[in-house]
């Protein structure tokens, strides 16, 4: 059975203070993985998808890695809005194919 | 356009009133997709379209009634629902290279 970890569950961080957020999977025949920031009441908005082990991508203060059991979102500097759940999500081949099971998700807040 | 919107924003039914939710999409994405997500807690799967047919329906209660009328618009109806089906729910589509995108969602409150 598919299963997806996210860790912390919640994380807090001082304005400028880097650190990263760790999804860890099990999962058949992966397809991609994607992360979403969710911020409270609103839909999830797409970050990045990452295909296959070693790729990278980054956006602002934001850097996707994924290897073949986890990824990390790594927050460089990160500013106060900022703060939301990030949320990673693998999706699979097969009769699970188009399916996205999403993480517990970590929520991020940057004090100023 | 490479937005999903969602209409209504926000949902107030009581238990014995039907009710619709609309999900539209013009971005030619073939793939729409119904989310159930409670508070604090992440999106579960409920329904996936496919070129306009029901190719997953997760177990869900026959009171939720999904219906694609075509490739551009999906609906998901509403009946005789329970206070615990207050929730956001999301639509969302597929395609590349954007990968999935999702509304933001309608807030139902069942009463």
């Known amino acids: 059975e598919d299963q997806v970890t996210q860790s912390p569950e919640a994380l807090r961080l001082q304005e400028g203070e880097s650190s990263s957020l760790n999804c860890s999977y099990t999962v058949s025949g992966l397809r991609g993985l994607f992360w979403y920031r969710q911020d409270p009441g609103k839909g999830p908005e797409f970050l990045f998808t990452l295909y296959s082990a070693g790729e990278e991508k980054e956006k602002e203060r934001l850097k996707a890695t994924l290897t073949k059991k986890e990824s990390f979102l790594h927050i460089t500097a990160p500013k106060p809005e900022d703060s939301a759940t990030y949320l990673c999500?693998?999706?699979?081949?097969?009769?699970?194919?188009?399916?996205?099971?999403f993480g517990q998700g970590t929520i991020l807040t940057v004090h100023p | 356009d490479t937005e999903v919107t969602q209409t209504p924003k926000h949902l107030v039914m009581g238990m014995t009133n039907k009710k619709s939710l609309k999900c539209e999409q013009h971005m030619g994405h073939r793939a729409m997709y119904w989310y159930k997500q409670k508070a604090k807690k992440p999106p579960e799967l409920m329904f996936v379209?496919?070129?306009?047919?029901?190719?997953i329906n997760e177990s869900v209660p026959s009171r939720f009634s999904p219906e694609c009328p075509n490739s551009s618009l999906l609906n998901l109806h509403l009946h005789a629902l329970q206070p615990e089906d207050s929730a956001l729910y999301l639509c969302?589509?597929?395609?590349?290279?954007?990968?999935?995108?999702f509304g933001s969602g309608t807030r139902l409150t069942v009463v």
């Open positions: 379209y496919s070129y306009e047919k029901l190719s």
């Open positions: 969302a589509s597929r395609g590349t290279p954007y990968g999935y995108t």
């Open positions: 999500a693998p999706t699979a081949g097969g009769t699970s194919y188009g399916k996205l099971t």
